[in-house]
């Protein structure tokens, strides 16, 4: 069974910038297609990034566009998330997700493994 674990969050001001890594163990899932969501407080998850399993295909929440990059590491079987020009709202748990075959990419629901979290909290 694969385990997806997060690391790289923490305490940022405004302006500032993090990088997010999620690492499998376990069974490889380097050839799943992978995405980054989140969960702001108090209020439902949300889609933040996607890359499909060789890179081709990429796509970004309008909310962080151009402002974050999504990328991995087959080798590695690691998924990223640079984070700059970080704002307060987009204080979140941030999770790594993966899915082997994903036809709409922003929805949960198509992704079965899952990360359990990392804390990212942007000050003003």
């Known amino acids: 069974q694969v385990q997806l674990v997060e690391s790289g969050g923490g305490l940022v001001q405004a302006g500032g910038s993090l990088r997010l890594s999620c690492a499998a163990s376990?069974?490889?899932?380097?050839?799943?297609?992978k995405a980054w969501f989140r969960r702001p407080p108090g209020k439902e998850l949300e889609f933040v990034a996607f890359?499909?399993?060789?890179?081709?295909?990429?796509y970004y929440s309008d909310s962080v566009k151009g402002r974050f990059t999504i990328s991995r590491d087959n080798a590695r079987d690691t998924l990223y998330l640079q984070m700059n020009g970080l704002k307060p709202e987009d204080t979140a748990v941030y999770y790594c997700?993966?899915?082997?075959?994903?036809?709409?990419?922003?929805?949960?629901?198509?992704?079965?493994?899952w990360g359990r979290g990392t804390q990212v909290t942007v000050s003003s």
């Open positions: 997700a993966a899915g082997q075959t994903v036809p709409t990419y922003y929805k949960q629901n198509e992704y079965d493994r």
């Open positions: 376990g069974d490889t899932v380097s050839t799943y297609h």
């Open positions: 890359i499909s399993w060789k890179g081709g295909n990429i």
